[in-house]
C-alpha cells in the first residue's frame, strides 16, 4: 500500500512562515509529478504546486513569488516553502503524488490526509 504523510501544517499569522513536507512510502515502482493541492471550505480543491522529475516546476498564480516546490527523489519526499501568508491562504493542503505501482502499467494518483494550515492574527 501506498501512502503519503503530510507534516508542517499549524496556525501562523499573516506575513509568516510555514514549510509543508511530504513523504511517499510503500511498493512502488515509480513516482512522477508530486504536488500540493489545497481545499479551503466552500471551495473546490485547487493546484497549489507541482513538480516533475526533472524539476520543473508549476504554480497558482496567487502562490508565484510566495511559494516555493521542492522534492528530494532519492528519499520520495516533496516540501512546500510559504512565505508571506496571507488570510486566503488559511485551507487544508494536500500532498499529491502520480506514481506507477509496476513497470509498463498506468500512472496512479495519491493522496495525503491533509494538513491545516491557518493564517489569523
Known amino acids: 500500500q501506498v501512502q503519503l504523510v503530510e507534516s508542517g501544517g499549524g496556525l501562523v499569522q499573516p506575513g509568516g512562515s510555514l514549510r509543508l513536507s511530504c513523504a511517499a512510502s510503500?511498493?512502488?515502482?515509480?513516482?512522477?509529478?508530486m504536488g500540493w493541492y489545497r481545499q479551503a471550505p466552500g471551495r473546490e480543491r485547487e493546484l497549489v504546486a507541482r513538480i516533475t522529475t526533472t524539476g520543473n516546476t508549476k504554480y497558482a498564480d496567487s502562490m508565484k513569488g510566495r511559494f516555493t516546490i521542492s522534492r528530494d527523489s532519492a528519499k520520495n519526499t516533496v516540501a512546500l516553502q510559504m512565505n508571506s501568508l496571507k488570510p486566503e491562504d488559511t485551507a487544508v493542503y494536500y500532498c499529491y503524488a502520480e506514481l506507477k505501482r509496476l513497470p509498463y502499467t498506468d500512472n496512479t494518483e495519491y493522496w495525503g490526509q491533509g494538513t491545516q494550515v491557518t493564517v489569523s492574527s
Open positions: 510503500g511498493m512502488f515502482f515509480r513516482i512522477n509529478d
